[in-house]
């Protein structure tokens, strides 16, 4: 930011060639850095990515290995349609959020679109990609803030009757 320039670019979509365009199309990543480590989750894909922040290296990735995420295999050969997108779109998880709690945890939101709904699911993540727990259905998730031995979620649903209430819940270890 001081330069006022991009000092350096490292994300490249981690994707097979069939899921590129939609990939490109949909363009949604979700990071969360602690220390030297940058974590990241593409909209389309099932893992988390660590790269050094310094050098820009990949150094790791972290499985997402929930049952509830519906992985994306293959696109449609054309995601020229509305119609067609939004089709597919109906079929897949996609990735909202991810944080990284200070424990080394990572708590992973993704959705699926039903027209205009949109379904909310949390899974918690170890280090190593397994699932300490998992939310099948969940308000947005918007926030997560630990304090002393507390990690606080924030949670608001779109489809409330009362728009803007959130919702507040605890993480217990």
């Not at 981690?14 to 199309?25: I, K, N, Q, T, Y």
């Not at 109906?90 to 949109?118: K, N």
Request: glycine share 6%; hydrophobic share 45%; proline share 4%.
């Amino acid at each position: 930011m001081r330069e006022q320039r991009i000092l350096k670019s490292y994300f490249e979509l981690p994707v097979p060639d069939a899921l590129l365009p939609a990939a490109r199309s949909f363009g949604n990543v979700a990071t969360a850095i602690r220390g030297d480590t940058a974590f990241a989750v593409f909209a389309l894909t099932d893992t988390v990515y660590k790269f050094s922040v310094t050098s820009g290296n990949q150094t790791g990735k972290v499985p997402i290995r929930s049952s509830l995420l519906q992985r994306a295999v293959d696109a449609p050969r054309t995601l020229a349609s509305a119609e067609a997108r939004n089709k597919w779109m109906e079929s897949v998880s996609v990735i909202d959020a991810l944080y990284h709690l200070r424990d080394g945890r990572l708590l992973v939101q993704f959705s699926e679109r039903f027209g205009a709904v949109r379904n909310y699911r949390l899974v918690l993540l170890n280090g190593g990609g397994e699932v300490s727990a998992q939310a099948s259905e969940a308000p947005q998730l918007m926030a997560v803030f630990e304090s002393g031995a507390d990690t606080v979620l924030l949670f608001a649903n779109r489809d409330d009757d009362e728009p803007n209430v959130w919702r507040k819940a605890e993480l217990r270890h």
